[in-house]
């Protein structure tokens, strides 16, 4: 989640965005590459533009809900108290006001709108329950509620199994999700598992990759047939395939039919794409990938990231079990 210091940064993005020193086009006769003069150029911002707070090129910021899950390590954009001067709190508490209340109202407004549609939760009882913690407004009911869906307590053998088959685990960090997976794969699982991992590349001197920071797929996955997935890049948000979409893995999908067991000279071993059902996907049925499965089998393909500073990429499976 953002914190207050971030809206500093977001800010000095924007601005570096929109603030260009030259356009480079092609020359109509030689098709080579032509610098023109920004003084005389149409596509150049106006100063008078492009130094306004926010000014120039629109851009829209969608910020989650800081009150249920406020941010880690960070000070949080609703905090009254008063940061220290010269840190990246006091510049982003500045940043987001200007962006909220425009200093000069004839020259930039700002438009709030309350993304408060729940997508992803249909249980009411649930739902109300999540709005008490968001509020700090949490009952008896809401805490026996939360109680009685715990492993432990269920009674019926039928809905423990299911509950074990179909649940997702919650924890802090991805290393006890680690623990978590490991043991699964270790101790319960006798199915055939593919394991993927990521590719990184860099031109950097010192041979660090910005990436194994930077970017949230995992280094190294396993997954099998009917595993429960996380999708972790938005691909058709509109249609349910977006980041944080559970699906079921249907087929890993190889270049040749050995699949992992191929060898030899030009010879590609390496998983290509996962077809994974996903159940909440809105695709239409005549746009449907594959003519023998249902249209919520999706393929998702291997994807390559580029840092920030676009020095280095990671190849990998956009998919975490």
Known sequence: MMGQGDWGWLKHRNEEFRRQDAVVLDSEEQGEPVEQDPAQD??????DVSERPHGGIPYVAVIGDTNQLPPVAKTAVYSDKTPAAGTSDAMGRVAFHDFLNPPDGTQAESHVIMLNEVVRQTNER??????HMRTGDVTMDDADLLLSRHI???QDENEKEKFLKDSLHLVPTWKAASRITHDYLQNDLDAPIAKVTAEFSSIRSDGNNCCVKEVRYPKQNAFFKDAKVMLL???????GLMNGAVGTVHDPCYKTRDGPYAHGDGEDNKIQYAIVDFPESDLPETDKFFLDLPRTCIPIPMVEERCERKCC???ALPLRC
């Open 42 to 47: 149409d596509l150049i911002l106006p100063l």
């Open 126 to 131: 649930f739902l109300g329950v999540l709005d």
């Open 152 to 154: 432990d307590s269920l």
């Open 233 to 239: 890049k938005n691909f058709l948000v509109e249609l």
């Open 313 to 315: 990429s990671v190849r």
